[in-house]
C-alpha cells in the first residue's frame, strides 16, 4: 500500500503529481490561507509524510498526534516552525530547501537596499497622489550606495551572494560571524570585524544571520544606538532577530536613516504595526525567495527529500 502524505499548502500540480506516484496524497486546496490547525491535527494522525511550510507550526502537541509520521519535508531554508527535539525524539527525519533560493533571495536583499536608500516607494507614493507639482534640488533625495560601506551580519551562502552584488557597486564590504571566512575575504575582499565595530563603520548593515535562541532581539536599542544616523538596516533573514519596537523608536528619533524589511517577528505583519506608519521603512511580505523558478525549485526539493524518506533513502538535506 502506498504511503500517506498529506500537504498543507496548494503547490503546482507537477509537484503533486511527483509525489502521487508513488504516495497516497491529500492536500490542502486553499493556495492563500493556512491550513486551520484543527484540519492539521486530524490530517498527521494517520500520515506518513508531511510536506509543510513555514506558515505551520509543527509543535511537540501536534506531533504527539501523529502516530505514524516518518518525515517533515520543510519547503523552506528555515525550521524554527519545527520542535525539533521532539521531532527527534519520535524518531522522524525533518529535512529542508537550502541552496536553490541564495541567489534569487540575494537580488531581493540588494533590491530593498537600494530601494530603501533611494526612497523609491515613497517616491512612487508622492508622484501617484499627485504631490510632483515641481522639481527641487533637496526633493526626495536619498543615500548614495556606490563606494559606500556595507556590513553584512551573517556570511552563510546568501550573505556570500549578496556580498557578490555589492562588489559591483566597489562597496567596502565588513562581515561579522560565528567564524571567520578566510577564503572568501580573499576571494571577495571581505574584513571581518566584531559586530559592534561593524554596527559603528557600516552605510548600510544587511542582516543574514538564521534565526536560533541566540539570534533573537540581536539587534536592540544598544545595537541600533551604535549605528550611524544615516545608516539604513536591511533584514531579509527573520523578523524575531531585531527587536521592531526598538527599531520603530529609532527610525522615529532619527537614530538611523532608514530600514528595509521582507520580515516580520509576527507574519502576515497586522496593518496597524507601528513600523508600517512610517515613510522610511520599505516592506514587503517575506518574498525573498519569490521568483517563478526558484519556488518550483523548493517544492521540486521538498518533494525530492520526502520521497527518499519514504523510500529508506537518505534525503537531500537533513535537518535531523
Not at 5 to 26: F, G, N, S
Not at 246 to 264: C, M, N, Q, R, T
Not at 285 to 302: F, N
Request: hydrophobic share 40%.
Amino acid at each position: 500500500m502506498k504511503p500517506k502524505v498529506y500537504i498543507t499548502r496548494k503547490v503546482p500540480a507537477e509537484i503533486v503529481t511527483k509525489i502521487e506516484d508513488y504516495c497516497q496524497v491529500r492536500m490542502w486546496d486553499e493556495a492563500d490561507i493556512p491550513v486551520p490547525r484543527a484540519v492539521l491535527e486530524e490530517e498527521i494522525k494517520d500520515v506518513e509524510g508531511l510536506f509543510c511550510l513555514l506558515t505551520e507550526n509543527i509543535d511537540r502537541e501536534l506531533l504527539g498526534k501523529a502516530e505514524q509520521l516518518k518525515v517533515i519535508s520543510n519547503m523552506a531554508v528555515g525550521y524554527n516552525n519545527v520542535d525539533i527535539k521532539a521531532a527527534k525524539e519520535k524518531g522522524i527525519t525533518v529535512t529542508n530547501t537550502p541552496g536553490v533560493l541564495t541567489e534569487t533571495t540575494a537580488d531581493l536583499t540588494f533590491a530593498l537596499l537600494m530601494a530603501a536608500s533611494r526612497r523609491l516607494i515613497e517616491s512612487s507614493d508622492y508622484l501617484r497622489s499627485g504631490n510632483w507639482k515641481t522639481w527641487s534640488p533637496m526633493q526626495l533625495t536619498g543615500q548614495d550606495i556606490y563606494g559606500a560601506t556595507l556590513g553584512i551580519i551573517g556570511m552563510g551562502r546568501i550573505g556570500a551572494s549578496l556580498a557578490k552584488r555589492a562588489r559591483g557597486f566597489d562597496m567596502d564590504i565588513l562581515y561579522y560571524n560565528r567564524s571567520r571566512k578566510y577564503d572568501l575575504e580573499e576571494e571577495l575582499n571581505l574584513t571581518f570585524t566584531e559586530m559592534d565595530s561593524l554596527l559603528k563603520q557600516s552605510d548600510f548593515i544587511c542582516i543574514m544571520t538564521p534565526y536560533t535562541p541566540e539570534t533573537k532581539n540581536l539587534i536592540g536599542s544598544r545595537e541600533l544606538s551604535l549605528m550611524k544616523n544615516t545608516a539604513i538596516l536591511i533584514n531579509t533573514a527573520r523578523g524575531g532577530i531585531v527587536n521592531e519596537e526598538a527599531l520603530f523608536h529609532a527610525l522615529k528619533k532619527g537614530e538611523i536613516w532608514a530600514a528595509g524589511l521582507d520580515v516580520f517577528e509576527q507574519e502576515p505583519v497586522s496593518l496597524d504595526h507601528p513600523l508600517l506608519s512610517l515613510p522610511n521603512v520599505v516592506t514587503l511580505p517575506h518574498i525573498g525567495s519569490a521568483s517563478i523558478k526558484t519556488r518550483m525549485k523548493m517544492a521540486d526539493l521538498a518533494a525530492d527529500n520526502l520521497l527518499l524518506v519514504l523510500q529508506n533513502q537518505s534525503p537531500k538535506h537533513v535537518v535531523v
